[in-house]
């Protein structure tokens, strides 16, 4: 089986490139900055080095948010071909804390309040409000570079001054008390493969470890867990990190990254992330060759703890092939249907829509 990883190439992708060299027959290593993509009339087309990019059973796509909208371009046009980790949809809204925390929120997922308003002067008028301290945060930034720290309301106006001219938007969040550290689950699958506490240096809020904070493994509760898993579910993201904060009341979610290192988990756990990963991709790319685009929906369901309205949901994202004029299905039709030659069947068309059922001999009554 042959595999791809399309990223920035950074440290992390490398270890996860040379990982999956031990499970996948061939794996290689595409940057994103040599993509190209073409939207034409009946069809998207990648292109690599100004070549068609090749078939594969798995294609891991990750990067910043740079380079979102190419993402989200790649993956929307392979989603339903070959394996990938990521939804198209997943790009954009992790990218972007408050477009995850309106995700987050449509699944019950604890998080801190957070506050929203499309002009400087709006802003002003909810910091006029809110308890203090809080903290304004830039939905895009990273490695707590776009985090501030506000005690009163004179400290927040005027870093709105000052962040006013760069036309930049900010959200306002409640400030949770956690000792300056927060807790980073990785989420692969239905797990939590592996987990550790990041604790802010002195005199520093954020607990980011390019920020100075230093990591130290842990273990999760099954709440803690459960909720990072859900988190992933949510957002599509079957290879996460979560990153939450730990409060008294229960754990709050923060953020969740689709392109976490992997230096530092591997690090402050001593857990071989890449080879977890790895396997994983395999794991999935073979069921995904084996049993065609077919998905689980109840099972989905399931782990969001929303019970489905029917035992057994099949649901395949396809195109259908036609000969002629004949509309032919895809072969695992056949093989999720059971359907033999003898069968007699009802047909049902309309405009748009199909169904076909099996009128039931007397051995099935
Ligand atoms: N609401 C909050 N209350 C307290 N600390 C926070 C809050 N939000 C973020 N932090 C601190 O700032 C750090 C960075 O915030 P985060 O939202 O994860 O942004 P980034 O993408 O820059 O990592 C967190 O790891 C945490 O230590
Ligand atoms: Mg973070």
């Known amino acids: 089986m042959k595999a791809a990883i399309i990223s ?25 900055k040599e993509i190209e993509v073409r939207s034409l009339k009946n069809k998207i087309d990648i292109l690599h080095n100004g070549k068609l990019l090749e078939k594969y059973d798995c294609v891991y796509v990750k990067g910043s948010f740079r380079y979102a909208l190419t993402l989200t371009a790649i993956t929307s046009a392979l989603f339903n071909k070959t394996y990938m980790p990521i939804a198209p949809e997943s790009f954009d809204i992790v990218h972007d804390k408050f477009l995850t925390q309106l995700v987050l929120q449509k699944y019950n997922i604890p998080m801190p309040d957070t506050y929203l308003a499309p002009t ?27 985090v501030m720290f506000a005690d009163s309301f004179p400290a927040a106006s005027s870093m709105l001054d000052a962040i006013g001219p760069l036309k930049v938007k900010v959200v306002i969040q409640e400030y949770i008390e956690t000792n300056s550290t927060d807790t980073r689950a990785i989420v692969v699958g239905d797990k939590v493969v592996a987990s550790y506490q990041r604790k802010a240096t002195k005199g520093e809020k954020r607990a980011n470890i390019h920020m100075g904070g230093v990591g130290v493994k842990c273990v999760l509760d099954e709440k803690t867990k459960r909720i990072a898993i859900k988190t992933a579910k949510a957002l599509k993201a079957d290879i996460c ?34 080879d977890i990963i790895a396997k994983f991709l395999y794991k999935k790319a073979k069921e995904f ?77």
């Open 120 to 146: 400087i002067d709006a802003v002003r008028g909810i910091l006029r409000k809110v308890n203090y301290p809080i903290i304004i945060k830039l939905p895009s930034g990273t490695g707590g570079k776009g």
């Open 289 to 365: 060759k084996d049993k065609g685009k077919v998905k689980d929906t109840s099972k989905i369901f399931e782990d969001l703890g929303i019970k489905a309205t029917t035992d057994e949901i099949k649901e395949i994202i396809t195109n259908v092939d036609f000969r002629g004029n004949r509309i032919l299905l895809p072969e695992l039709i056949t093989k999720i249907t059971k359907f033999d030659e003898k069968d007699e069947l009802v047909i049902r068309a309309d405009k748009d829509r199909l169904s076909i059922e099996k009128i039931k001999g007397e051995e099935n009554k």
């Open 241 to 274: 990190a979560v990153d939450i904060l730990e409060t008294n009341l229960g754990p709050l979610v923060i953020e969740a990254n689709l392109s976490p290192g992997l230096q530092g988990v591997t690090k402050y756990t001593g857990i071989d992330v890449a």
């Open 8 to 32: 920035l190439e950074s440290e992390s992708s490398k270890w996860t490139v040379k990982a999956m060299q031990k499970y996948f027959d061939k794996v290689d290593s595409i940057n994103v």
